[in-house]
Structure formats: C-alpha cells, structure tokens
C-alpha cells in the first residue's frame, strides 16, 4: 500500500488535514508539538469509475485502492540536528514512499506561526533544508563505512560510493538528493539508505475559509511559492483542511450545499489524493463482478503480468494472458458478452502495459 508521510513546521494544519482524510481523531490544537507519535491512517482514493462499474456489474462490494498517511510531528529549524522533537520524526519519514508537505497559505493573526512571520516559500525551504540536512549526515556516515571496502577494490562499494560523493556534493550546493544527478545504477546503490529528499514531494497549500488566503492576495508571496515549487520539479495543491474537517461531519447529501455556503466548491482531498497519484507515477486497473469490483494501484508504465501480481505474486510467475478492456468502452457495451461480441475485449499478453481505466481478467498456469 502506498505510504504518504505528512510533514511541515508546527501549526500550519497537519493533523487537521490527517483528521480530514482519514476521519480519525488525533489533537489538533493550535500550539506545536501536539501530535507526538506518530498517527497512521488508511484512507480510500475517490474513483467516479468505481461506482459505475460496480452498478454495471451488480456488485456486492466496492474496494476502492488505498493511501496510508503518516501524521508526523511538526519539524523546526534544527530538527537535523534534534532540535524540537527533530531526528525521531525524520527517522517516521524514511519509512514512507512519499511526502506530503503542509505549507500555510494564509493569513491570520490569531493562528501562531511558529517562524512569525507568514511566507510560504521561507517554510517549504525550511523544511527542504532539514531534510537534506538529515540526509546529508546518513550520506556521511555510510561513506565512512564503505572507505575499507573502497580500498579493497571492491566494485559494488565503488559504485556506491561515486553516488554517495555525487548526493554529498549536492547537498553542499542546496540540493536535494532527486535533483543530484544519479544514474539509474547509481539510485540502485543507495536504495537501502532510504533518503528523505529521494522521495518525491507533493506541496498542500493550505487555506482557510473566510481568511485573508495568499493566492487571492497581490503581494507576491504566492508567486514566490508556486516558483520555488516549480524550480524544485514539485508539484502543488490547494486545500482547505480546517473546512474539510468540518465537513467530515455533514451528511453526503448537503456536503454540497455547505461547500457552496463556505465558497469551498472543490473536494480539496479528493485532488490532494489524485495529486498524490500522478506525483508517484501511479495508476489504477479495476477488476470487477458480481462479488467485487475492485481498483488496483500500479506504477504507470507496468506490464500485465506485474499489474497482475498486485492481485496475487503467482500471476507474475505464472502469467499466461489478460482479457482488457477500457472502463468506459465495458459500460457503453453494455454488458461483457457484448463487448465480446463487438470485438471490444483484447486478448494481451506479457508485453502488454496496462493503462489507467483498463479492466481485467487474467488468465494463468
């Protein structure tokens, strides 16, 4: 299942927005430091496609594909170095796929910053710095232990080390590990380390309703983030997590009504998980009948029997082919034993890579 750990400084709405996703309850009080384990949540990814297939398929059960989030303690200037509740909260992050990081994008003065002032970019290269910090110091030490095995000639340790010295170099010159120009070889050597700054990161912009909202103010402070953003090859999304929360509460029916009345008319969440999709390079296949219809997450570019193994391993040993048809192709077919007929149902084989929407049944020995 794929794991998002939530980051950013104190107070800008994390476990707010973890109680949005998730439903939970974890505190949320407006001073840092309130969430001090880490809190874990698994929540469903909105697909408009899995209801469809579902009524067209009279199903009993509806599984959508699946995010963890990982609500992570406010990080502060120094955390590296184990200021606040610093390294025990890097230590949470290393162990997700990928970063979410909450960057406050308002303006308030009853809501305490803990930088004091509200200037979006300064937080995100805060927060960038203490990441690369942290992995900077992984970077050294390891290298410290592959110097024996350097002088023995060894070819693996070589390798590893040219990338380690590649990642030191980088972080020296502010970047992060993503933008220090491994080879593919070379990201394969330094897996194991697990660096932060490997991973991509998904921006949240938090807003609030009713609030003085910094994409809707002229003074720069918003162009300075969404370039910072882009200068880092991220990636960015709006939410509201304080409205979203509330929402939680209101029936599904009039959580459009309350959305328009609060002048939020978007599902923050919904495009925060799909943003989290399209920054892993993921996408979803769907089985579906009378018992289950069923969204499947899988890397963008994999081939069938490898989506297949997502369902179960022996279907990427023992693959043999895949029947495949587009989601919306299937509907408008109006049943299988019609789409067959029109000869919309592929037969694929090993090398067929999968699309977003396809649906499959696979076939093995």
Known sequence: MLKIGIV??????????????????????????????????????????LGKLAAFSGTETIIPAAVEFVDIAGLVKGAAEGEGLGNQFLANIRETDAILQVVRFFDDTDVHHVEGTIEPYKDIEIINLELALADAEQVRKRRDKLVRDVKTGSKEAMLEDAA??????????????????????????????????????????????????????NDGRAERAYDLIRSLGGRYVFVDAATERELNDVADDDRLGFRQELGVPEDGLADLI???????????????????????????????PIAGSAIHNDFLEKFIRAEVIDWQKLLEAGSYAAAREKGLVRIEGKEYIVNDGDVMVFLHG
């Open 164 to 217: 380690l010295a590649k990642l030191a170099q980088g972080f020296a010159e502010g970047k992060l590990a993503l933008h220090s120009g491994l080879s593919e070889e070379e990201k394969k050597a330094v897996t194991n380390l697990n660096l932060l700054t490997m991973k991509p990161i998904l921006y949240a912009l938090n807003k609030k309703s009713g609030g003085h909202n910094l994409d809707e103010m």
């Open 274 to 304: 799909r943003g989290a999709y399209d920054t892993l390079g993921l996408i979803s296949f769907f089985t579906t009948g009378v018992q289950e219809t069923r969204a499947w997450t899988i890397q963008r570019g994999s081939t069938a």
């Open 8 to 49: 950013g400084l104190p107070n800008v709405g994390k476990s707010t927005l973890f109680n949005a996703l998730t439903k939970a309850s974890v505190p949320a009080e407006n001073y840092p430091f309130c969430t001090i384990d880490p809190s874990v949540g698994v929540v469903g990814v909105p697909d408009e496609r």
